[in-house]
């Protein structure tokens, strides 16, 4: 169940935070809308209105027009996501499991096909906030789908599914700080993965 016909291994790997430098373009997108000054360093918590202090709904609503937004077709790779997820994917089976709202799926898949061409097996999209499909928690997607590893940079997923048993790397961010659980491994960046992944 947990390995494809070939036998490999299933991980399954965020987008946003991980893959993806969401928060430049996201930010400027947000400080020109709004006329601030934010920066990386600034995202303590991925509860963006604790970061920006507006209503949970108004900082919902803000991430949603960024993905409507010219901005978010403007995102670049994570440096070294694209040589060591390629890497992987000729030893591993690699998902891509995103919080993002499924309304982002046609960008995305382009956006995955332009930067990291034939490296992602499967795709998921869990909706987390809002946008027009169900939610589902990511460890029910790893259990679903037999995925024994994740990688994200959310500590909220890392935590809940390392409690479920699966192995995560969390990839080290402002907004990620918290204390983990004791199977969640925090790395810097793309070469600590590899290094362990090997
Ligand atoms: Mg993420």
Not at 81 to 97: H, M, R, V
Request: aromatic share 16%.
């Amino acid at each position: 169940m947990n390995s494809d016909l070939n036998g490999r291994t299933r991980i399954a790997v965020d987008l946003d935070g991980v893959e993806a430098e969401f928060a430049e373009p996201f930010l400027k997108f947000r400080n020109e809308k709004y006329g601030t000054n934010y920066t990386k360093a600034d995202i303590f918590t991925y509860d963006f209105w604790s970061v920006f202090r507006v209503s949970r709904e108004q900082s919902i609503k803000d991430v949603l027009d960024f993905y409507n937004s010219p901005e978010f077709e403007k995102i670049v790779p994570i440096p070294g996501s694209q040589e060591a997820t390629s890497l992987l994917s000729k030893k591993y089976f690699i998902a891509a499991l995103t919080a993002r709202p499924d309304f982002t799926m046609d960008k995305t898949l382009s956006w995955l096909e332009k930067y990291f061409p034939n490296v992602f097996s499967e795709f998921h999209f869990t909706n987390h906030f809002a946008g027009n499909g169900k939610s589902k928690n990511k460890s029910d997607f790893c259990l679903e789908y037999g995925y024994e590893i994740l990688i994200d940079d959310y500590h909220g997923h890392a935590n809940e599914c390392a409690r479920r048993g699966i192995d995560v790397f969390l990839m080290e961010q402002p907004w990620n700080w918290e204390t983990l659980h004791p199977k969640v491994i925090r790395v810097r960046n793309w070469r600590e993965i590899q290094e362990r992944l090997r």
